[in-house]
């Protein structure tokens, strides 16, 4: 069984910053590449970041300069650190990796979710 749990979200101004934490637990064998999408009310789910095992780093036109991904291979986590927010980044945040387990199955997970609130 693999978890993965985000925290960090909620209500801030625009211009303001905020960071996004997610933790992978359970069976894991080795985790791939592993990201953040978003989800805006009425609108389909869409890429935020995503970074591989290695360290390389792709991101949405919309978030570049201000939203940086990072990971810890050894604590199985990811992190969005997220600059001068804007109104339009509002949206629930999930966090999403690419996990082989002990059982040598490989999958793409999701997290539950965190809500982000950009409002003055």
């Known amino acids: 069984q693999v978890q993965l749990v985000e925290s960090g979200g909620g209500l801030v101004q625009p211009g303001e910053s905020l960071r996004l934490s997610c933790a992978a637990s359970?069976?894991?064998?080795?985790?791939?590449?592993m990201g953040w999408y978003r989800q805006a009310p009425g609108k389909q789910r869409e890429l935020v970041a995503t970074i591989t095992r290695d360290g390389s780093t792709n991101s949405a036109e919309s978030v570049k300069g201000r939203f940086t991904i990072s990971r810890d291979n050894a604590k199985n986590t990811v992190d969005l650190q997220m600059n001068s927010l804007k109104a339009e980044d509002t949206a629930v945040y999930y966090c999403?990796?690419?996990?082989?387990?002990?059982?040598?199955?490989?999958?793409?997970?999701w997290g539950q979710g965190t809500q982000v609130t950009v409002s003055s």
């Open positions: 999403q990796a690419i996990i082989t387990t002990t059982t040598r199955m490989t999958a793409r997970y």
């Open positions: 359970g069976s894991i064998f080795s985790i791939d590449t």
